[in-house]
């Protein structure tokens, strides 16, 4: 099934063709005065270098006309290997297409809303029959059998003839077409954005990334740049100022040699609050640390770290690298790196 992108914003056209496959794209003078396009020429040039197949309107009151104005229109430097003209359906309409086509030209008979205009635009040669799909479901129509209808007058009849499922509005129409089997479907850019969307989806594609993270990224590659160190001879009220002033709930107590005294948590200051009071305040972190820090080496994978979060159940694990202090790994580390 090809697939058209419709349009005439060309921010949207730019967008919308960065994809690389899209068979081409349709458009029309209604989109174009909605874009504020004055100089309707220049577009349809500027389009024509833009994506693979442009269809275009041809209008005319007579079959004459419709032929005149798609001449024209080529003589502006279009190529006639890709570009469609696109011709509204009535007795005129059909004639003019069935003369484009003895030129060799590509048609797009639309404005298609019975069984019966779709067969004569088949039977004039059309290279496309486009119903429009939400027009018709507007007006309380079945659109879907009309358009199944159309591909099986094609197949039954053996005309030369895509149908196109147009005027899209939601990605059900998509399905919808997918599953009568139309040869296209013009699509707007809002609706195309959509379709690879799905939640389970998203849910398992970040799962995965999380896991390659954890199995690829090491734990220096992952923690804060802030090394949230104090010396053992600091008092704890000027330890939680630092604390505050370092954004983590906990801080690293070093000797002053450099090495690891032991780590003091928010945990830890709330406990001894209520059990001493007030007056602990005053003591040095020295005094008061006296635990085997939980740590990990720097060139450690996340996934191993992830490990201590789960096994100990705590929120920070102090990083090492030689036996001095690093830095903070905090658990929320492991989903934001």
Known sequence: MELYLDSANLKEIEEGFKLGFLDGLTTTPTFMQREGITDIDATIVKLSKMVPVLQIEALGNTAEDVVKEAVRQLNLGLDPKRTVFKIPVSLEGVRACKLLRNEGLMVNVHLVYTLQQAYMAMHA????????????????????????????????YGYDTKIMFSSVRNSEHVRNAINIGVHTITVPLKVLKGLTDNNFTTLGTEQFLSDTRLMTVRVKEAISAINPIVTADTNLKDGIVKMTEFGFGCITVVNADGSVKGVFTDGDLRRLLQKEGEHILGKKLGDIVSNTPISIDANALLNEASGIFKKMSVDNILVTENGRPYGMLDIQDLEKY
Do not use: F, T
């Not at 799909?133 to 007058?153: F, I, K, P, S, T």
């Open 125 to 156: 040669g059309a290279s496309y029959v486009c119903p429009l799909v939400g027009r018709l479901q507007d007006q309380g129509h079945d659109a879907l059998a009309l358009v199944e209808q159309c591909v099986n007058a094609v197949d039954h």
